[in-house]
């Protein structure tokens, strides 16, 4: 039943990509070298986002047409299309956008089709796991060889049920926790799925199969938040109530989480239903062997550390329209602020004011608040500003800068400096510098991953004092440039 994993000369579509797991997939297919092309509503958005050698096509599956020229001479397509947040009909829409894509995918000689679809069974399914499990049966009609996997919790920063787990773990020492925490589920890990998918390609199977995936272990929510609290060294308290319905869940999420209610709603009704593994198919069909939730969310946290640290916050901000700066943005755990200054010097130069910061050279403004910051971390046994440089114009990663250490450093475009004061979460101060016209952008971001609420009180109470010294030295630094430049000191913040 099973081949090797690979695309070979074959044509994939991949239908979702700018979704959560579609965005895993796109990179995963793009480093087994496959022939992909992916379907986007708003390709432009896209294109930047793929290699080169990946085709990316206008088309919407609520548009029958649109799917025509992208179909065509496809030998594999990956489904991962959902409406849940479109609201009310989101499960009409779905309906559509299946039969539509179907119909579509036949019509254009398609060979096979992979879905991911949701986990559960029973008469009493909640509209979200029906609707999933509804597109998956007219994927199944089509004709088309299909394999559906279906999927618990999926476990990753970023998917929907892990940073409801988060939020609520993150901000509430005491939890009403209501009868829907204690329900069984298989949650698996984020890299796990990907790995299924794309070992899908090489599985020869006749017809169309359903195949059940989950990590290694059967949890309860409540099990599975007070090992993300475990982990982040968080002391939580759930004492649980007989009755919460799932309007009032999905209003108190609304609340505490980053769910919007109508969202959270569809959510909660999908997990008060059990949602475990019935079958051994998966293992029978694939040499997979998934992570317990213990490994998945310690993959989690660590992979999120990695691209956190990778991330370009330009680009980053780009997906979200043209806006400069900004304030408070969340990134999985942690909270971003970040804003950006135009320098009439090339990186070359607007980079060495950057280089020298710290030590006797000061963080260009409001030098004073600097010092009290540090005498304060002093006081509660941190390191204070004391340490100053190992050396007044370079840099090396490992380095101290007063209060900070150097966490990556490469000449001329990027600087990122760990916090090691005594704080409530931890923190990072980065700056990038980019060729931009005839001169460069500076942009320059404060990360901070607050553990716990006292975290986030911290951050919140500070944001104003934080926004106005970042704010200024980003000004200083600027004009630190036009000093040291020779080709003058115009500049424009952004």
Known sequence: MEGPVSG?????????????IGGRLLRALGD???????????????????AESTDVVKG????????????VGVDTAYYLVHSMGSGRDFASKDRSAAANFARAARAAGVRRIVYLGGLGSGPDLSPHLASRQEVGRILRESGIPTIEFRASIIIGSGSLSF?????????LPVMITPRWV????????????????VDALGVENEGSTIVEIGGADRVTYQEIMREYARQRRLKRLMIPVPVLTPRLSSLWLGLVTPLYARIGRTLIDSITHETVVTNDLAARLFAIRPLGIREAIERALA???????????????????????????????????????????PPVLAFRPISRIGG??????????????????????????????????????????????????????LLRLFAEMKLPGRAWLQFEVEEDGNGSVVR???????????????????????????????????????????RGGEHVAS
């Open 32 to 50: 087994r070298g496959v022939r992909l092309r992916c379907l986007a509503r708003r390709p432009e958005f896209l294109r930047r986002r793929v």
């Open 8 to 20: 070979g000369d074959r044509l994939i579509l991949l239908l979702g990509a700018t979704g959560y």
């Open 163 to 171: 940073e409801m787990i988060r939020a609520l773990a993150d901000r």
């Open 360 to 413: 006797k050279t000061g963080w260009y403004y409001a030098d004073w608040l600097w010092r009290l910051r540090g005498f304060l971390d002093l006081l509660v046994g941190g390191a204070g500003l004391r340490r100053g440089r190992r050396d007044p114009t370079s840099l090396l990663p490992g380095d101290t800068v007063d209060f900070w250490r150097v966490e990556a450093y490469e000449p001329d475009r």
């Open 182 to 197: 204690r329900v069984r589920a298989q949650p698996i890990a984020i890299e796990d799925v990907i790995a299924y998918l």
């Open 444 to 486: 320059q971001s404060s990360i901070f991953d607050p553990v716990g609420l006292l975290g986030l009180l911290y951050w919140y109470a500070l944001y104003p004092m934080h926004t106005l010294i970042f704010a200024g030295m980003l000004r200083g630094i600027a004009r630190a440039i036009a000093r040291d430049s020779d």
């Open 60 to 71: 919407d599956v609520l548009d029958p047409e649109s799917l025509q020229g992208a179909l």
């Open 303 to 345: 992979n999120e550390d990695q691209e956190i640290a990778a991330t370009r916050w330009s680009d980053a901000l780009s997906s979200r329209g043209d806006r400069p700066a900004w304030g408070g943005v969340r990134f999985g755990s942690r909270i971003v602020d970040s804003r950006s200054v135009h320098v009439a010097s």
